[in-house]
């Protein structure tokens, strides 16, 4: 039903919007400025805080805070540029904030981007009245490593404690004392630990909560913004990268209403330390088989690179992270299959695009009524902003369950596909539920080669392709594990299995150089050419290691887990040329053309897989594709792996890989306090029979394996299944035994 539309006048311009609409917003719509500090409408219902809205209205004694304003027919409003009255109330409420603000804003971090400062300068006093002392707290305030506090420059908008209640729901931050006491504080002095803390430090009015990375870095003058996509998830949230000096200072988010709406998550906010840090490749490098390894130029690594292709007579495998743009991939394969017939590839894992006739945008998960999210990840460690979206979901009345491990409903490791196969029988309540609803999300979670296979056949059983309002989403594990597999396919009909043994490995990124895997196949292979970013990964075990560049670095495009085909812009010059330049170069030594610009490779390669994008296309707030028809014959649901079992007296290890891991985050130093405790989840019931309480040490073992943990009794986990993040069980096997340990 469309909604009734009634007028409004603000200063004397007639605007017509829907009823209710907050009159800031409709005055914005009618191009008029009402003035704000505390009211954010991503933050939910506006709470009149800080009076910064006051207008006239008309039939009304005295100003009116408008941001707690419905618009209703005839209402009359006006603000300070044509009335005395709210001119006055306006700077009246700046002269009150800056009762207690120091004017120090030479100093301040926010000087010259703050919203007091600006607004100061339009609506408030020229002068102040005030010749008292103002009021001093001690200063900066770590409430975490990455964030400080200046308590005296706050002017208790809450911003930054209503996020952290009503959007990431972390309840870290907080009011404390009352009336002109009151201040922001984190719970009981404990570090703001939560992935999406840095948020507020962007969403802070004023220079209250600053970014410890960012602090005292640059000013505004001096810097310039790059408009890219961050490259560490699949969400690919969009984002604003400052730089000064070719230095990468701060990421800032940029709002793209259907992917992120504004938010970051703490990866990919502080995580852009990693491009100087001291273990970074800077030059290529030659293991020598006496002494080591040797810098060499870059010549002299082509001319290594195109011996060691040329002398694996097609005996090639190329591992990749899914890390790469697309281009890059591309640029890759065609440069195997062309020049030398040969471009096996390991892939990161198993995508699918059987998906895309269930596509939505992941702001839709906000307006769903029926939520079912099936795997044994946690949403948050795969793809954080998913997480948001779940929680904006159900604060909007939506049903959200997950099915899983630690789920609302219970279900046993491994086991997402047989969810999926029980989903689609016509005996399944919830199965008969997400058949009735106009708005149900589908959610897949977890490891398992055929999540978004599996998650296909069930969405087309259920008749989703047919009502627009449902969708579903397959979370991969990597950032562009997608984009990878489609480039590559496109650079090539042909299939190519490589041979065996192994010629030459090539290993594509920090990931897949970490992988054991990757690291097993490397043993078995005559040579090995390795492309990253730092020492010590395949450094001592790689014939060649060709300097990589990072997603900052890098122009270029990435699909995220909507199939959103978004635009990578070069934010910093890398200290190495990048990877499409060098491929570029060997691809001539063996008479294959291929194009050094990301531009040019990607129109070569969008009609045959990213369906004719352009990529002009791709680079402000990427518009997500209309979903293709469902071609029903395409789609058959996997067969179910069968779930682990584990053996007698053993329980199931869950592992997952968190947030907070990986190259990148492993080098930022005031990210190490968010890294995933050293702790091993336990249901209540093992706990119980193993006379196990929260906090004890246990000592977790498979297979002459093991290792020490701090055991965390979750009420949600099932009985028979232990979970931790992947790095504190990495050599265990997926069956093990716990025990208590000594200590606490
Ligand atoms: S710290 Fe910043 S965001 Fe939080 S209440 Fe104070 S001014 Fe507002
Ligand atoms: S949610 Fe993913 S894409 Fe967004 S900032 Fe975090 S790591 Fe980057
Ligand atoms: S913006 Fe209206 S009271 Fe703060």
Not at 665 to 680: D, G, H, N, S, T
Request: proline share 7%; with cysteine.
């Amino acid at each position: 039903m469309a909604a009734e539309l009634v007028k409004i006048t603000v200063d004397g311009v007639e605007i017509e919007v829907p009823k209710g609409t907050n009159v800031v917003e409709a005055a914005a719509f009618g191009g008029i400025e009402i003035p704000v500090f505390c009211y954010e409408p991503r933050l939910g219902a506006p709470v009149g805080a800080c009076r910064m809205c006051l207008c006239e209205v008309e039939g009304m004694p005295k100003p009116q805070a408008t941001c707690t304003m419905g618009a209703t027919d005839g209402l009359v409003i006006r603000t300070a540029a044509t009335s005395e009255q709210a001119a006055e109330a306006q700077q009246g409420t700046l002269e009150f904030l800056l009762v207690n603000h120091p004017l120090d804003c030479p100093v301040c971090d926010k000087g010259g981007e703050c919203p007091l400062q600006d607004l100061t300068f339009r609506y408030g006093p020229g002068n102040t009245r005030m010749t008292f002392p103002k009021r001093t707290f001690d200063k900066p305030i770590p409430i975490s490593p990455l964030i400080a506090l200046d308590r005296e420059r706050c002017i208790l908008c809450y911003r930054c404690t209503r996020f952290s209640e009503g959007v990431a729901e972390d309840g870290q931050l907080v009011a404390v004392d009352r009336g002109a006491n009151s201040m922001i504080a984190t719970f009981e002095e404990e570090p703001y630990r939560a992935p999406f803390s840095g948020n507020v430090v962007e969403l802070c009015p004023v220079g209250a909560l600053t970014s410890t990375q960012y602090r005292f870095q640059a000013r505004p003058w001096d810097i310039q913004n790059v408009p890219s996509v961050c490259g560490l998830c699949p969400v690919g949230c969009n984002t604003s990268v400052t730089i000064r000096e070719n230095k990468a200072k701060r990421v800032q988010s940029r709002n793209h209403p259907g992917v992120d709406q504004g938010w970051l998550c703490d990866k990919g906010r502080f995580s852009s330390g990693h491009l100087t840090a001291r273990d970074r490749i800077t030059s290529p490098l030659r293991r020598k088989r006496r002494t080591g390894i040797e810098e060499i130029d870059w010549d002299t690594a082509l001319d290594e690179a195109e011996a060691l292709i040329r002398g694996a007579n097609g005996r090639i495998v190329t591992a990749l992270s899914g890390t790469e743009t697309v281009e890059i991939a591309y640029a890759l394969a065609r440069l195997l299959r062309e020049g030398v017939g040969s471009s096996a590839a390991v892939l990161p894992e198993e995508t699918s695009d059987a998906l895309d006739p269930f596509r939505l945008p992941l702001s839709a998960i906000a307006q769903a009524e029926l939520v079912v999210v099936v795997g044994d990840d946690p949403v948050v460690e795969r793809a954080p902003i998913v997480d948001l979206w779940l929680r904006q979901a159900r604060r909007a009345g939506a049903q959200v369950i997950t099915i899983g491990p630690a789920g609302s409903l219970q279900a046993a490791p491994g086991t997402a596909a047989a969810t999926c196969e029980r989903l689609a029988g016509d005996r399944d309540e919830l199965g008969r539920q997400l058949r009735a609803s106009e708005r149900a999300i589908l959610i897949w979670s977890g490891p398992g080669g055929h999540g978004g296979a599996t998650l296909a056949a069930l969405a087309a059983d259920l008749g989703f392709a047919e009502r627009p309002g449902c969708g579903a989403f397959h979370l991969p594990a990597t950032p562009n594990g997608r984009g990878v597999a489609e480039a590559w396919a496109a650079a090539s009909d042909r299939e190519d299995e490589g041979g065996e043994p192994i010629g030459l490995l090539i290993v594509s990124g920090d990931e897949a150089a970490s992988d054991p895997n990757v690291r097993h196949l490397a043993e078995h292979a005559e040579h090995v050419i390795a492309i990253t970013l730092f020492h010590g990964l395949a450094v001592g075990w790689a014939d060649l290691v060709l300097p990589a560049t990072s997603y900052l670095e890098r122009d270029g495009s990435l699909v995220n887990l909507e199939g959103r085909v978004q635009r990578l812009r070069r934010a910093v010059t890398p200290p190495v040329p990048d990877e499409v330049a060098w491929i570029s170069k060997l691809g001539a030594r063996f008479g294959v053309e291929i194009s050094p610009h990301p531009a040019v490779l990607f129109e070569e390669l969008s009609p045959k897989v990213l369906g004719g994008v352009t990529y002009g296309a791709t680079g402000d707030r990427a518009p997500l594709a209309p979903r293709p028809p469902l071609d029903a014959t395409a789609i058959t649901a996997p067969a179910p792996e069968p779930a682990p079992v584990a053996a007698a007296g053993s329980l199931q290890l869950v592992r997952y890989r968190a947030l907070f891991s990986g190259p990148a985050v492993e080098r930022i130093p005031e990210l190490q306090f968010q890294r995933p405790a050293e702790e091993l989840e336990l249901s209540v019931e093992d706990a119980a029979r193993l006379g196990i309480a929260g906090g004890n040490t246990v000592v977790v073992s498979s297979e002459g394996a093991s290792a020490t943990l701090r055991a965390r009794v979750n009420r949600r986990l099932i009985a028979g299944a232990v979970r931790a993040a992947e790095e504190h069980v990495r050599e265990l096997a997926d069956s093990v035994t716990v025990t208590r340990g000594a200590g606490a």
